[in-house]
């Protein structure tokens, strides 16, 4: 089974505060994505990583940065959250052809106090 | 601009036919994707069309049509467990994709 795991289900955070979300992934899988995920929005991307070391911007990707410095591994970094950042946090995964399924992590709902 | 469009809440009865349908306009078109989310879990992959026409998985069927921007979710012989939301995604000429809000099916006993 394609296993993709979130360091936190739930967060809560100041304004202001660094955020690290992180995300494992055991398939070996070369895409890696973070998306965001708000009530009456599609999920929005916010980086997205083709290979160890390499990222691009997604739709939304301001505020934001990632790291990806070992294959299954994909961070992303909040360098100063603000109250607008509060969502749920989806990180995803997909091997290398496009036309393939991406499967997601269980989520990190983040709240900014 | 890109946009999907899906209903947001859809109600059915268990052991009843629902139909979820979702129209796109899009940059492109690399295949649309049908997920599964239930409330506080993951999207789960439940169907993928590139080509016009149903596909059949069991209980649940994906029908497109490329020159209507046009899909939909056929969920037969619904289950309490159904109860979720349906999340409607296309792949733009990018490789991208472009997801809808989701529809919340709800199943009544």
């Known amino acids: 089974d394609v296993k993709v795991t979130q360091s936190s289900r739930y967060l809560v955070k100041r304004t202001g505060e660094k955020v690290f979300l992180e995300c494992v992934q055991d398939?070996?899988?070369?895409?890696m994505f973070w998306y965001r995920q708000d009530p009456g929005l599609g999920l929005r991307l916010i980086y997205f990583?083709?290979?160890?070391?390499?990222?691009e911007k997604g739709d939304i990707p301001e505020g934001y940065s990632v790291s990806r410095e070992k294959k299954e591994r994909f961070s992303l970094i909040l360098e100063s959250a603000s109250t607008n950042q509060t969502s749920m946090y989806l990180c995803?995964?997909?091997?290398?052809?496009?036309?393939?399924?991406?499967?997601f992590g269980p989520g990190t709902r983040l709240t900014v106090l | 601009g890109q946009n999907i469009d899906q209903p947001t809440e859809m109600t059915a009865t268990e052991g009843a036919i629902v139909q979820i349908n979702c129209t796109y306009q899009?940059?492109?078109?690399?295949?649309l994707f049908w997920y599964q989310q239930h409330a506080g879990e993951a999207p789960t992959f439940l169907s993928y069309n590139v080509l016009d026409g149903l596909e059949e998985k069991g209980r649940f069927s994906s029908f497109l049509s490329r020159s209507k921007g046009y899909s939909y979710l056929l969920l037969k012989e619904l289950q309490m467990k159904d109860s979720a939301s349906y999340l409607c995604?296309?792949?733009?000429?990018?490789?991208?994709?472009?997801w809808g809000a989701g529809t919340k099916l709800i199943i009544k006993p």
């Open positions: 398939m070996d899988h070369e895409n």
């Open positions: 990583s083709y290979d160890v070391k390499m990222k």
């Open positions: 899009t940059s492109g078109f690399n295949g």
């Open positions: 995604a296309v792949m733009d000429s990018n490789y991208q994709l472009i």
């Open positions: 995803a995964s997909s091997p290398l052809a496009e036309y393939n399924e991406q499967f």
